[in-house]
């Protein structure tokens, strides 16, 4: 239809989509991933879709101590190999 030259358009509305007691609790705390934007439970911190994190930043990994004091030691013996060759 043509209104004022504006358009409407209908949308098809079926009455087995929409819940008689309006949106649940968690319906209202969704909230789009900014990166797929697939609606996730404001109390998510990543994305179940694409994983990304959903607030803050992503913790960070640090290696292990075992593989810090390994490195450092094997570093060590080759530099005293160095020197003494």
Known sequence: MRDGGVFFFEAAVYDEDL??????????????C????????????????????????PPQRSSPLWVVVVTVGLMLLGLLGWIAG
Not at 21 to 32: K, Q, S, V, W
Not at 40 to 56: E, I, S
Request: aromatic fraction near 6%.
């Open 19 to 32: 819940d008689p007691e309006g949106p649940t609790g968690a319906d209202l705390r969704a909230m789009p």
């Open 34 to 57: 900014p990166s797929c934007r697939t609606f996730v439970d404001a109390d998510q911190d990543r994305c179940p879709k694409c994983g990304d994190w959903l607030v803050g930043d």
